[in-house]
DNA sequence: TCTGAAATGAGTGAACA
DNA sequence: TGTTCACTCATTTCAGA
């Protein structure tokens, strides 16, 4: 990793749709050195992807969870993350040490959907649940230098 | 929030540098049309912002923690998330029911970095914190429907 | 790995339905 | 809100250092 492609993942971990020419503009690069540099960056995975920021309050799911989860049998191989991939309200799947084997986020629109979130994750990965409600955000998804 | 608003933001949620010709094609808009309602999602913050996303596994940062905090001192009032906002290493911060008062989401380089963390997280928000290290990220960031 | 030039394609704003 | 059109600017490729 080079200080070049440090700058420019920094840049774009700001703000996604900078162009090829500010980020020539802001690193001292021409545009095609950026682009070359971005599309390897790419190709190498160093870039997983690009997303919006969306704020879900306003778009009718105002509720989010984190959902810390267990096996029942704890003999059984545990493929909980395959088992919850289609649904579709799991936003994150982090695998942890310590009590729990995953952590869940989800994003709901009401407590009663929570409820029957629940119900599903249990019911697909064969776990215990133990559910954190987020209150408010005040801030997410920072560029950590 | 209108179908179309909705598909668009579900769209540049999974592809944040999509073109506005390829948002017109996948939603049957004209380029202009979608530009406009782009452009007024930004204006009203329903889109926060654009991100790439990183591996950190490959930019020397492998290690990923969760940190829940709980004041010492209930009695003072809570702005933790001001105190700890210039600790860089924290990518995001929610505030949550429950036992602890907030879970904050770290990346480090080293169970060093992350203990050298720990007493600066304790010192400037006066709290006592519960570390979950993140073993894995079976899938982060999905675009919840 | 970088630059600069040239071609293609996208972003942007105005006029109008 | 939407469309089309015209203009500007960005992206992408390539030759050369």
């Known amino acids: 990793m080079e200080d070049?492609?440090?700058q420019i993942l920094k840049l774009l971990?700001?703000?996604g749709r900078m162009s090829f020419t500010d980020l020539g503009k802001a690193?001292?690069?021409?545009?095609?050195?950026?682009?070359?540099?971005?599309?390897?960056?790419?190709q190498r995975g160093?870039?997983?992807?690009?997303?919006?920021?969306?704020?879900y309050d306003q778009v009718g799911k105002p509720l989010t969870a984190f959902?810390?989860?267990r096996p029942i049998d704890p003999s059984q191989p545990d493929d909980s993350p395959e088992?919850?991939?289609?649904?579709?309200?799991?936003?994150?799947?982090?695998?942890?040490?310590g009590d729990e084997s995953y952590i869940l986020k989800v994003r709901v629109a009401t407590p009663t959907d929570l409820e029957d979130l629940l119900a599903r994750v249990r019911a697909a990965?064969?776990?215990?649940?133990?559910t954190t409600?987020?209150?408010?955000?005040?801030?997410?998804?920072r560029p950590t230098s």
């Open 46 to 55: 160093v870039i997983k992807g690009y997303g919006a920021s969306i704020d």
């Open 133 to 141: 409600i987020v209150l408010s955000t005040p801030y997410e998804h």
């Open 83 to 97: 088992r919850l991939r289609d649904i579709t309200e799991i936003e994150s799947c982090w695998s942890v040490a």
């Open 13 to 15: 971990a700001a703000d």
């Open 125 to 130: 990965a064969n776990v215990s649940t133990r």
């Open 4 to 6: 070049l492609d440090a």
């Open 27 to 42: 690193t001292g690069l021409s545009t095609s050195a950026v682009h070359q540099r971005v599309k390897r960056l790419e």
């Open 67 to 69: 959902i810390s989860i």
